[in-house]
């Protein structure tokens, strides 16, 4: 087993060790199986940060023998791992009748892939890079429905995954993001940027946190990148012909934020 430990959350302050033994015990269990390993810190980070107990396991046979005892509430599993793929693992878990859900991640955006996740016994799935915040939505969706017993526990799910600040919402699920009611059309690299950034507005996110967790810290972009998908998203999301300032302030030599409520700052 390979438990990440990381040193830079997004939060400023560390619960003590101590203190936070405490708090995860009845917290969701989480097996985060991805071989990537900056992908699985980044995973491991955002659902630690989200109160869940999360153990990381980047090979595919070690992982199999972990998830077997049934000690998870979720599984977040990557399709391609070494020695047993995503799909052979949840195979042979639903064949050992263990039904922990497992939330298949995938780089391949395949129609065909997709129903292959799902007939192995996958509850969902994911195409890479995704959101976090989707991840996130997705995951307690899954959790819920175990918690309830049954298929139809999901109901209120969508609601609570919705991101808001000020008058933006941002619907991680149904992919839909609104400006006063107004739905605004975002790529697939905006949507991720903007979620990220509504995950905790008036927080400060450096380039590289937003080059890590929306381009998966690939090594063949550049952090200006973040800087032209900042500029894309204010052309789409801002009133710049309003003399408004825009949602998303540049913090000069650190990065961005996103203002809940910029017409009360100056
Ligand atoms: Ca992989």
Redesign the pocket.
């Known amino acids: 087993m390979r438990v990440f430990t990381e040193t830079a959350p997004f939060g400023p302050a560390r619960v003590p060790s101590g203190v936070r033994g405490a708090i995860m015990r009845g917290a969701m269990r989480v097996l985060v199986i ?3 390993e900056r992908l699985a810190r980044l995973i491991s980070r955002v659902f630690r940060e989200e109160g869940y107990a999360v153990e990381a396991e980047t090979n595919g046979r070690a992982a199999l023998r972990r998830a077997l005892s049934g000690d998870f509430d979720l599984l977040v599993v ?4 070494p020695e047993l793929s995503g799909v052979q693992i949840v195979k042979r878990l639903r064949a050992a009748e263990v039904e922990t859900p497992a939330l298949m991640l995938t ?1 391949r955006d395949q129609i065909e892939d997709r129903v292959e996740g799902l007939d192995a016994g996958a509850d969902d799935y994911l195409p890479k890079p995704f959101a976090f915040p989707e991840l996130l939505a997705r995951a307690r969706a899954l959790t819920r429905r175990k918690a309830d017993g049954g298929g139809g526990g999901s109901k209120g799910a969508p609601d609570r995954a919705v991101l808001e600040a000020g008058d933006v919402t941002l619907d991680p699920v149904r992919h839909v993001v609104r400006r006063g009611g107004e739905a605004v059309d975002l790529t697939a690299k905006e949507f991720a940027l903007l979620a990220t950034l509504l995950q905790r507005p008036g927080q400060v996110f450096t380039r590289s946190v937003l080059l890590d967790t929306v381009w998966g810290g690939s090594s063949d972009v550049y952090t200006n990148v973040v800087d032209l998908y900042v500029s894309y998203l204010r052309k789409k999301l801002d009133r710049q012909s309003r003399g408004e300032p825009s949602r998303i302030r540049t913090v000069r030599g650190v990065g961005y934020t996103f203002e809940p409520r910029p017409a009360e700052r100056r």
């Open positions: 991805e071989d990537e990557d399709w391609m791992l780089a």
